[in-house]
């Protein structure tokens, strides 16, 4: 894997050494919001830049398990935007070695669930992508129409790979990188791709009405040597911390294109053989203290940030943005939702279930399979039958998986999803009861496991770095 790699980035470094004109074109006039956005360094909607937010997306790939949600609290925690809610992140999330009670309370927290395959392999096809959606739905109750964000693993992608989004009715992709000189607000594929154009695919006649392509923003560190995700990993986390903040700077400063920092958190939890994390999750913090200071920062998720582009208004007026409040259900009583219902302290304590399967355990509100979601079969039938799946008239935070109620009473909680995975509509599911009893205690997925798929990815990033330092020192510059 990492000699493949090691090929693919000596194509790629010297195609970045080529002269080649990007083919992108996009015709304002045919390309209108909210349906069409051109890829532009202008923000939408005309408004003041003083009054433009400055966006700050902070992402996470892969398993979502205690081990990295940790870490990622070590982050985000106690953190509030401007408007008084808490930041909110998106965390592109595989099924392989995820802990599914711990998605629910994710998304109960306000944070967004977007797909990131089942298992991370190279170049996902539509059942990889598909069957983490169904798995994220069956076992924690995440909404389809909710998940509507993907990231390549490996942030391989590939022309057909964005077709195959756009037809099973997906949003977004955040997989291909901007570097300093194309830093685009998000854009539609209306007119093709605009970014990393060294590779041909702006030549490509790819062309996905509605589609968006959220780049994720290079970070330029030292003799013009840009990296991508987890830039701890590429130099002394206090001059990485001096990066980030001079990155943010131009960001804010110019066209206030949206700020990313992009993170596998697995990275962050302290592992034998590897340098202790604490000094990068400092840093990190560092960083996130200095820019979420400044004014009109938002941290939020990738599809509020979307929300915003298809209903721009004034930083001053955000607090009244349906996309950017953030009510809690009161609901008394604690029910099977991610949340604390009856404010003691706990989340759900004592309805979640425990499986514990021979290669995984897991937490899920929503009956244990008999088998680990796979491919081959994302939703194994249930071992339990005595809870109800989630309803597709009510969302996860009010609804009751045990009696099989949805426990909102007025229309400012009406919730209806007619989306399914392969992008069609349909009048959807109701509950499926049973009876049987739930399980005991378990033990965490073990973390060596799920940081493999990163371990691949890492090694390919260092391979590319080391590389680039190579030609950057015989060219005397890196393009
Ligand atoms: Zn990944």
Not at 369 to 383: A, H, L, N
Request: overall charge negative.
């Amino acid at each position: 894997m990492l000699f493949k790699y090691f090929l693919f980035s000596i194509f790629v470094l010297s195609t970045r050494l080529l002269p080649i004109q990007a083919a992108y074109s996009c015709d304002p006039a045919a390309c209108v919001a909210p349906n069409c956005f051109c890829a532009s360094t202008d923000p939408p909607g005309n408004i003041p830049i003083d009054q433009v937010p400055q966006f700050f997306v902070l992402t996470f790939d892969d398993a979502i398990q205690a081990d990295s949600m940790k870490a990622v609290n070590a982050l985000i925690g106690g953190r509030k935007n401007p408007n008084g809610c808490p930041i909110t992140t998106t965390y592109f999330t595989q099924t392989m070695y995820t802990d599914f009670g711990m998605v629910t309370d994710w998304y109960a927290a306000g944070h967004e669930v977007a797909d990131h395959t089942m298992t991370h392999p190279n170049l996902p096809g539509e059942v990889e992508i598909t069957g983490n959606k169904l798995a994220l739905h069956a076992f924690s109750g995440i909404p389809y129409k909710k998940i509507t964000g993907f990231r390549a693993p490996y942030l391989n992608y590939s022309i057909g790979m964005l077709q195959t989004l756009a037809k099973l009715g997906f949003t977004y992709d955040s997989s291909i990188t901007a570097s300093p000189g194309d830093t685009y607000w998000p854009y539609t594929l209306d007119f093709g791709v605009a970014n990393e154009c060294w590779t041909s695919i702006c030549d490509a006649a790819v062309k996905l009405p509605g589609f968006f392509e959220f780049p994720m923003y290079n970070v330029l560190g030292d003799n013009n040597v840009e990296y991508s995700m987890d830039p701890m990993l590429s130099g002394d986390p206090e001059v990485v911390e001096k990066w980030l903040v001079s990155n943010f700077d131009r960001h804010i400063q110019n066209k206030k294109a949206p700020f990313g920092l992009y993170l596998h958190p697995a990275q962050l939890v302290p592992q034998a053989g590897r340098p202790d994390p604490g000094p990068q999750i400092t840093h990190y913090n560092n960083f996130l203290q200095y820019a979420l200071s400044k004014p009109n920062v938002y941290a939020v998720t990738y599809s509020q940030v979307l929300a915003w582009m298809k209903n721009p208004v004034p930083a001053s007026q955000l607090k009244d943005h349906p996309a950017f409040k953030c009510d809690v259900p009161k609901l008394g009583t604690e029910i099977c939702n991610g949340l604390d219902d009856n404010s003691n302290g706990n989340i759900d304590e004592g309805a979640k279930q425990q499986c514990n399967l021979p290669t995984a355990s897991f937490s899920t509100c929503y009956n244990c399979p008999s088998d680990i979601p796979s491919p081959g079969d994302p939703t194994p039938k249930r071992v339990s039958q005595n809870r109800f799946e989630v309803s597709d008239s009510c969302d996860l935070l009010y609804w009751d998986p045990i009696v099989g109620k949805c426990l909102c009473q007025d229309m400012s909680c009406a919730f209806t999803d007619l989306s399914s995975v392969n992008g069609t509509s349909t009048s959807g599911n109701s509950g499926s009861g049973g009876s049987s009893g739930s399980g005991a205690n378990g033990n965490s997925t073990n973390p060596g496991q799920a940081s493999n798929a990163w371990k691949v990815e890492s090694e390919s990033r260092v391979a590319i770095g080391v590389i680039g330092v190579i030609i950057s020192l015989i060219c005397g510059t890196l393009v």
